[in-house]
């Protein structure tokens, strides 16, 4: 499993499902184009992350800090990049669990509140036992499985799409969806996946390997991946939109979202739903705590493995507040999931805008820094996303 896979698995957690149900749901088609914004965000922040991390063979953590100017700065730099990562990864955390405990709960009953803790003791003991990796390995695997069934699905379902209005189709921004919006693009292009990515790339092209060969094999990598990811999000939006956007009803319970593969499992829907979900959103709650711990270590000087005991308590930290958010908000599952995902694309830009500035710089990156198609497309992701939640902001303020 190349490093692009690993992203695609962490992203495609119980916040894309539920993120992309909804906007099926609620909106039809109208919202495709967030979700293919989202895809090309994803590919071209992505690839700045892995071909920094090739030519420095930094942590991304750590060469963002290195290039600040003066000690003030730095500060400022670790304390932004840090409160987006920390926030952001705690949130993200509440909905894996979340989403997990759903599944499980679906398939076993119970409270949901008493299998959040349940996800987080087995997230806390495959992290602690080094094994993570064989664990993300099976779990991933269900993922996959619930993926292929929903694309199946979107397959099968393709007639009914086509007897539509056109306008269930048009672009647009309704009011009443911006926080979709948000989540459609938090849940893609996910922050702590930037650092998640940056080291994983140097273990699988180490640097005895020619750096020209490993940039273009890891950029191949990452934009087969992240397509891939967004045609499963992609087949999830139309399934919603032929099983619930017709009747008018967007699916009250997470649970019920499980309706959408009954054109492929027939009887076996929920629980084939039930199970890949349990498996999205643990995979996640294992990658989260990891990334967070590794994006912290490298501003901080840290060292980034198991042996130092502040990485560690900084991925246990990670569980285990995430976990409490999770408990805390436990009453809608929903609501938190899409909190979530949302405060991810906001907290996006903060660490998009850094990125930016280090990939121009040439005494850092040489004849590697940014063309001018990478800078054009980057700087209109970050404007959009911050025109997008601008808006938002705006609306609150003037009512």
């Known amino acids: 499993m190349g490093p692009g896979l690993l992203v695609t698995a962490a992203f495609m957690g119980p916040g894309t499902v539920l993120t992309a149900s909804l906007a099926g749901a609620e909106h039809g088609g109208r919202l495709l184009w967030a979700l293919a914004v989202a895809v090309v965000a994803a590919i071209v922040l992505q690839e700045m992350a892995a071909r920094f991390a090739l030519v420095t063979r930094r942590d991304l953590g750590e060469g963002l800090v290195d290039f600040c100017p003066s000690v003030l700065v730095r500060r ?29 709960s679906m398939m076993a009953g119970g409270e949901t509140v008493v299998w959040v803790a349940f996800s987080a003791g087995l997230a806390a003991v495959a992290l602690l036992s080094g094994r993570y990796r064989l664990v993300q390995a099976l779990l991933v695997a269900l993922v996959v499985l619930m993926s292929a069934v929903f694309v199946s699905a979107a397959v099968l379902v393709w007639p009914s799409l086509k007897t539509l209005p056109v306008s269930a189709f048009r672009p647009a921004m309704p009011d009443a969806g911006f926080w979709v919006v948000m989540a459609l693009i938090g849940t893609t292009v996910v922050p702590y996946n930037l650092f998640l990515h940056a080291r994983s790339v140097q273990e699988k092209w180490p640097e005895e390997e020619p750096v020209e ?15 891939l990811g967004g045609l499963v999000s992609a ?21 019920q979202i499980g309706e959408q593969l009954a054109p492929v499992a027939g009887n076996g ?6 199970a890949g979900l349990f498996a999205a959103g643990l995979t996640s709650a294992i990658t989260a705590p990891l990334a967070a711990a590794f994006a912290t270590a490298g ?9 130092d005991w502040r990485f560690r308590g900084t991925a246990l930290g990670v569980v285990i507040f995430g976990a409490l958010a999770a408990g805390l908000g436990g009453g809608s599952p929903r609501a938190l999931i899409l909190f979530a995902q949302g ?32 800078n054009v497309l980057g700087s209109a992701v970050i404007l959009l996303v911050v025109l997008i939640g601008g808006r938002k902001i705006v609306q609150l303020f003037l009512g």
């Not at 990049?81 to 997990?100: D, H, K, S, W």
């Not at 060969?213 to 990452?222: G, K, M, P, V």
């Not at 829907?269 to 039930?274: G, N, Q, R, V």
């Open 76 to 104: 400022v730099v670790v304390g932004l990049i840090l409160g987006a990562i920390l926030v952001g990864n705690t949130a993200y955390q509440a909905g894996n669990f979340t989403g997990a405990a759903t599944g499980l």
């Open 213 to 227: 060969e490993s940039i273009s094999q890891a950029r191949w990598d990452t934009v087969v991946a992240v397509v």
């Open 235 to 255: 087949a999830i939006l139309m399934t919603a939109v032929a099983t619930f956007y017709l009747p008018g009803g967007s699916p009250e319970k997470l649970g």
């Open 269 to 274: 829907a929920k629980a084939l739903f039930s």
């Open 299 to 307: 501003c901080l000087g840290w060292g980034r493995d198991w042996a």
């Open 343 to 374: 405060a991810n694309g906001i907290l996006l830009p903060f660490v998009a805008v850094f990125l930016m500035i280090a990939m121009n710089r040439s005494g850092l990156l040489g004849k590697h820094v940014n063309g001018w198609v990478t």
